[in-house]
């Protein structure tokens, strides 16, 4: 089971939102690098950063604080970026400079083409973001809910060659209130590819729960707001998760 920090970055800075409003933040850094550098050294395998003004804008907005956390640890551990990424030249700039996985969420659902092309220009780097509230998938930073059903979308996506999921339940998110373990599972059991939970982790009781079922495909949970306020002591939660052998 692989526990992702998320490193959320606005206006240069490491924050926290509570249910996606740009206008609810928490500022815990204003040096990500070093806030990078301290998730590998308690034991991260992997870090998932968000451009949040990016998502917003469409376009990067945080290359200067992504540069350098890659500079920082892009060595020892895989880096995921997600936010505004919405052309195959930006996904091969940030893969130049040391990315390991490029996370598409809206421009997947809104120009399934674009996730095609890039499945296929950059196989192996991309992974799809989907989020979503009572299975219905949100776009556009979690404003907007479509029609379109989660388990529906990522199977055709899982055909364009994503190499995983990352299932957001967004009634949760940064709520403390509970991964939807139910839910993630229903969606990996529907895949071939991994899937990495994202929503309300709250504590080791959640890492717990998703290791028993990480044999139906949940490869992995994104640790945010939990970490950040200390209701989940993360390098205590990797110790738990090697404990258990998952």
């Known amino acids: 089971m692989l526990l992702i920090p998320a490193i959320d970055l606005k206006d240069g800075q490491c924050v926290r939102l509570k249910q996606g409003d740009m206008d609810q933040s928490t500022v815990f850094s204003d040096d990500p690098a070093a806030m990078a550098r301290h998730w590998v050294e308690q034991g991260a395998q992997r870090l998932h950063l968000v451009d949040l003004n990016g998502a917003f804008a469409g376009k990067p907005k945080n290359e200067a604080a992504i540069r350098s956390i890659l500079r920082e640890v892009g060595d020892d551990i895989d880096v995921q970026l997600g936010g505004g990424i919405r052309d195959l030249d930006t996904i091969e700039r940030y893969l130049d400079a040391g990315l ?52 529906d979308l990522a199977r055709k996506f899982e055909d364009y060659g994503v190499e995983a999921v990352i299932y957001t339940d967004i009634g949760r998110d940064g709520m403390l209130t509970g991964i939807n373990v139910e839910a993630t599972v229903r969606l990996a059991q529907a895949l071939s590819i991994p899937v990495i939970a994202s929503g309300g982790l709250s504590g080791l009781e959640d890492i717990r729960r998703l290791c028993a079922v990480e044999s139906e495909g949940v490869e992995g949970v994104i640790c945010g707001r939990a970490i950040y306020s200390g209701d989940l002591d993360f390098a205590a939660a990797v110790r738990l998760v090697d404990g258990l052998g998952a």
């Open 100 to 151: 390991r996985y490029v996370i598409i969420g809206t421009a997947a659902v809104k120009n399934p083409g674009f996730l095609q092309d890039a499945c296929t220009a950059f196989g192996g780097h991309i992974i799809v973001g989907l989020d979503a509230k009572d299975g219905k998938v949100a776009t556009d930073g979690w404003s907007k809910l479509t029609g379109h059903e989660v388990v």
